[in-house]
């Protein structure tokens, strides 16, 4: 069965750079059959799409983040990354990474189980 | 990009009785494959989101069949036969049919009365 499992530092400075891992277990980043994709969700707030990413290293990202935002593979520890840089409070939110189908344009099937990141001084 | 809106933003249903939740979408979500890429997804308490509808009425794995969608075009309704008290949560309706990007309603929260 697929787990997705997000890591990385729960407090960011703002200005500084949001770093997180998505490590993907029973189930191959390397799969030409998904994408792999970040959101968030700021404190009592919805659902947000920052980005995708494909096994090849072909990224989609949300035109309202796309200037701040970077995704990688990593396949040889079965893993994709965000970054995230220049952040601010309005940055804060629980971060999922999921996956989705790359043969059609379903939303995700499979959710990691979420991380909180707060920026702040 | 489409703008997903949601209404009721809050429902409050006594146990056993139905609910329903309307998703609109500010363009039509047929897509040029000829599908309708709208899902809907459960969040519940503290956890993460699921998906429970694809393609519009389509369930997914494991969901139970008291949950249906319907809807064409630009307007969609989750429907809840009888509401349990495990359905507590907020339920998204989200469209992937202009993707990139994935945009989502504001969500409907769902409790008990």
């Known amino acids: 069965q697929l787990q997705l499992q997000e890591s990385g530092p729960g407090l960011v400075k703002p200005s500084e750079t949001l770093s997180l891992i998505c490590t993907v277990s029973?189930?191959?980043?390397?799969?030409?059959?998904?994408?792999w994709g970040w959101f968030r969700q700021p404190p009592g707030k919805g659902l947000e799409w920052i980005g995708s990413i494909y096994y090849n290293g072909n990224t989609y990202y949300d035109p309202s983040l796309e200037s701040r935002v970077a995704m990688s593979v990593h396949m040889p520890k079965n893993q994709f990354s965000l970054k995230v840089n220049s952040v601010t409070a309005a940055d804060t939110a629980v971060y999922y990474c999921?996956?989705?189908?790359?043969?059609?344009?379903?939303?995700?099937?499979?959710w990691g189980q979420g991380t909180l990141v707060t920026v702040s001084s | 990009d489409v703008v997903m809106t949601q209404s009721p933003l809050s429902l409050s249903v006594t146990l056993g009785q139905p609910a329903s939740i309307s998703c609109r979408s500010s363009q039509s979500l047929v897509h040029i494959t000829g599908n309708t890429y709208l899902n809907w997804f459960q969040q519940r308490p503290g956890q993460s989101p699921r998906r429970l509808i694809y393609q519009i009425s389509n369930r997914d794995s494991g969901v139970p069949d008291r949950f249906s969608g319907s809807g064409s075009g630009t307007h969609f309704t989750l429907n809840i036969s009888r509401v349990e008290a495990e359905d507590v949560g907020i339920y998204y309706c989200m469209q992937g049919s202009h993707w990139p990007p994935f945009t989502f309603g504001p969500g409907t929260k769902v409790d008990i009365k």
């Open positions: 999921a996956r989705h189908l790359s043969s059609n344009w379903e939303g995700p099937d499979s």
């Open positions: 029973g189930g191959s980043i390397s799969s030409s059959n998904y994408y």
